[in-house]
């Protein structure tokens, strides 16, 4: 079998030299990239299209041609010149050899600053890091090289909307190999992954435009790309959850979890499913996730009943207030400034939503105290509007009645000088 | 009561008129007659207008003593107005509403005259003064607009002066002028308040004077079939039998305006942003809103120019030519029945209310 492909190979160099050669007789000097010009003309599926992509990718448009990775001479429409290893032709590199090929150049500092200063040049020692990379030093023909998730002959810049790590695309870019089960099977990992992440709000946040919103590389890592443990989750989600992570760590359920060998967040709130969270995750039935440790009628239970009256108050509260206030803006009634004033009782609730993590009672107890007062302010206001509202309209007709007697009296007026005036009003001329 | 009637008041008047001569103005009050007849119903416009234009004077210097006339303070000081000004939210709902009542009396003022044919000589410059206070009057709203500086107001302002801009050779500097630069700003905002407050109740004034002056000179016209009736015309005093008729229907007005602030107080929308995206439906007043229809049907080009500058010369020309209808109404002027020009009139009336209408209900006019 690989008797049969050297053959093709070969095959395919002596025609692709034939037509070089002639190309060569008929053009007379070479072209300035012998490589692209063979492999576009030889109009082989397997070599023309790496030649044909290649005018999209970023390298071509810095300078950087075939040589470049593959060696050989571009200047000469020999093939066993231009293919020759005396002029360092490698051809096609081996799985093993695409990180370090790569790095080449995106590991040496000094080259690379010659693009961008900022550009980072640690990416194989970190790619070495990752399951990956690990998985490729042990001869994994499978396993994803830098190339996998750059493309190859087509790189594109990150920040450019088709390139295939855009913050849109990544999670496409991983899920070709880890939403297909029959690929992955030999690794024995889920393959649902990319099916829970694309439920999840993340995604939704992302697809909304937040280009911030995770996707699998801000949780997993780019180049070092490895499955957080146990321990490190919370280090994790806390890059951005940093309020929740910084409670969760000074909570009972620090230690607690770790005693269960449980991992912090995704206990409660899951991994790639992660759904946007609502109070009615708090509480001792279902679908509260505290219930899944917690009994009802025990000391802790009775604390998450406490916590979650105590958001349930504050939310009732603003709810109230948000209904009145609506009610009275509608009537046309001017409340935008308790309206606004109202926010405050919300940034208050996201607070002490975000204080759930330190599981403490009081604590969450304080913060609805303070909302609670803000939003029976704005009620008030809501009330004071409606009743103002009720005022205006007795105003109303008081001052319609008061207008309708003068419009009588008037009429009786011209009645009692239209009769003065008799014989009727005069001719005029 | 009795006692004020009799005594006090006819003392008043003796006091003043040991100082001042009113003799003249007694008599011009006492001389001054409103004839009757089926047409005679169209005599209240003109005073119901100048009624609201009143309520507008006295309405808008309440305001101006709240209102801060720029970009950072204009929506906040009309949203203070509304909601921490004692009797604010009153005011401020009564200038809105009766500036609209005012335009709508106004224009059944001008086309009662048109149909009634009451231009006619020798009342061409009252008629020509009436036309310079239509225009000044649309002015006053469309810069009344812009000054709570909400969205609406600030696009439809935008879209307002991009349509002046339109005008053939003046156009640039006409929209430089109203915009006080290239784009609509808060110096647009601050020159549209001096025109709103010291411009334009200048030019009212002088021309309202005028248009009184030659109204209180000339009388009241009467339609020329009735004026060739062989019958005399009946007639009743002004003063106080019309005035008296006047005042219920400047009561009845104003019970109508203080319903309206009452139940439908004038809306602040949202504070405008310049960078914000245009949002939709942005629509102009009601009273401009068959220009805007037209503008919108007109396609980009028509032969030579471009659809907006052909809508902009056609609305100029249609204005110059309600203006010098008394010059080329040559039949009115010998007291004759014109039919062509109550024909055209019919047009232009069915054009404003059927556009007018498209505007509202038609697909994206809503």
């Known amino acids: ?429 | 009561m009795a006692e004020l009637k009799r005594i006090v008041v006819p003392r008043l008047i003796a006091w003043f008129e040991e100082r001042i001569d009113l003799a003249g103005f007694r008599a011009l009050i006492g001389h001054k007659v409103v004839p009757i007849h089926r047409h005679t119903i169209w005599y209240y416009f003109g005073g119901m207008t100048l009624f609201l234009f009143s309520i507008q004077v006295a309405t808008g210097i309440l305001l101006v003593l709240y209102y801060r006339p720029s970009a950072e303070e204009a929506f906040e000081s009309v949203q203070f107005i509304m909601s921490e000004v004692q009797f604010g939210w009153l005011i401020r709902s009564i200038h809105s509403w009766s500036a609209n009542l005012m335009i709508a009396t106004l224009m059944i003022h001008l086309f009662s005259i048109y149909f009634t044919q009451a231009y006619r000589k020798p009342r061409e410059i009252t008629w020509l003064t009436g036309m310079a206070l239509f225009g000044i009057a649309l002015f006053f709203g469309f810069s009344g607009y812009l000054l709570p500086w909400n969205t609406l107001a600030y696009f439809a302002t935008k879209v307002g002066t991009d349509v002046a801009g339109q005008v053939p050779v003046v156009g640039h500097l006409i929209l430089r002028i109203l915009r006080a630069g290239d784009d609509v700003t808060g110096a647009t905002l601050s020159r549209f308040y001096a025109i709103h407050v010291a411009i334009l109740p200048l030019a009212i004034t002088m021309t309202l004077s005028l248009h009184l002056f030659l109204v209180q000179q000339q009388g009241m016209s009467i339609p020329p079939e009735i004026e060739r009736d062989p019958k005399s015309v009946p007639s009743m005093p002004f003063f106080p039998n019309f005035f008296l008729r006047d005042l219920v229907g400047w009561l009845s007005a104003l019970a109508v305006l203080a319903a309206l602030a009452a139940y439908f107080p004038w809306e602040l929308g949202v504070k405008a942003d310049p960078f914000a995206p245009a949002p939709a439906g942005i629509r102009p007043e009601w009273y401009f809103m068959y220009m805007f229809q037209t503008l919108k049907y007109l396609p980009a080009r028509i032969g030579p120019l471009e659809g907006e500058v052909v809508g902009v010369l056609a609305f100029t020309m249609g204005g110059l030519f309600l203006a010098l209808v008394p010059f080329l109404d040559r039949r009115s002027a010998r007291g004759e029945r014109s039919p062509l020009f109550f024909w055209i009139g019919i047009g232009i009336l069915a054009y404003m209310v059927v556009l007018s209408m498209l505007g509202y209900l038609a697909p994206g006019g809503k």
């Open chain 1, 1 to 429: 079998m690989a008797a049969a492909r050297w053959l093709l190979v070969a095959a395919l160099l002596l025609a692709g030299g034939a037509l070089c050669g002639q190309l060569e007789a008929a053009q007379g000097p070479a072209p300035e990239n012998s490589c692209i010009t063979c492999h576009r003309s030889i109009g082989d599926p397997r070599v023309t299209p790496p030649a044909e992509k290649f005018a999209g990718d970023i390298h071509l448009a810095q300078g950087i041609f075939c040589q470049d990775c593959h060696g050989g001479d571009p200047t000469s429409l020999d093939p066993e010149r231009a293919m020759s290893r005396a002029k360092g032709f490698i051809g096609k590199p081996t799985h093993q050899a695409i990180p370090p090929l790569c790095g080449k150049c995106h590991s040496n500092a000094e080259y690379m600053k010659r693009f961008n200063p900022t550009l980072r040049v640690d990416q194989v020692q970190e790619y070495y890091t990752s399951v990956h990379g690990k998985l490729l030093r042990k001869g994994d023909q499978k396993v994803a090289t830098c190339i996998s998730c750059h493309d190859v002959h087509k790189i594109r810049a990150i920040k450019d909307q088709q390139a295939w790590t855009y913050p849109l695309k990544i999670v496409d870019t991983c899920g070709r190999c880890h939403g297909s089960a029959e690929y992955m099977a030999t690794y024995k990992i889920p393959t649902d992954v990319v099916a829970k992440y694309k439920a999840s709000v993340h995604f939704q946040t992302l697809t909304k435009g937040d280009l911030s919103a995770p996707t699998c590389n801000i949780c997993h890592g780019n180049h070092g790309a490895t499955p957080p443990g146990i321990n490190s989750v919370a280090n994790v989600c806390g890059n951005c959850h940093s309020v929740p992570a910084e409670l969760f760590a000074k909570s009972p359920h620090r230690t607690a979890f770790a005693s269960m060998n449980l991992p912090a967040c995704v206990s409660c709130h899951s991994d790639h499913d992660i759904h946007k969270t609502s109070d009615t995750m708090v509480g001792t039935t279902e679908p509260a996730v505290c219930a899944n440790c917690h009994q009802e009628n025990s000391d802790d239970g009775r604390k998450v009943k406490s916590i979650r009256t105590s958001l349930d108050g504050l939310r009732t509260g603003i709810d109230r207030a948000e209904e009145i206030l609506t009610r009275a803006e509608r009537a046309g009634m001017e409340i935008s400034q308790a309206k606004f004033d109202l926010h405050g009782a919300s940034d208050i609730l996201l607070k002490m939503r975000a204080s759930v993590h330190l599981a403490d009672p009081a604590t969450v107890d304080a913060f609805a105290v303070e909302g609670e007062k803000i939003a029976d302010k704005q009620y008030e206001k809501g009330v004071q509007a409606l009743k103002e509202l009720a005022f205006r309209h007795q105003g109303l007709w008081v001052a319609v009645g008061i207008i309708l007697v003068t419009i009588v009296g008037l009429i009786l007026k011209m009645r009692e000088v239209d009769r003065r005036q008799s014989p009727p009003p005069s001719q005029h001329a």
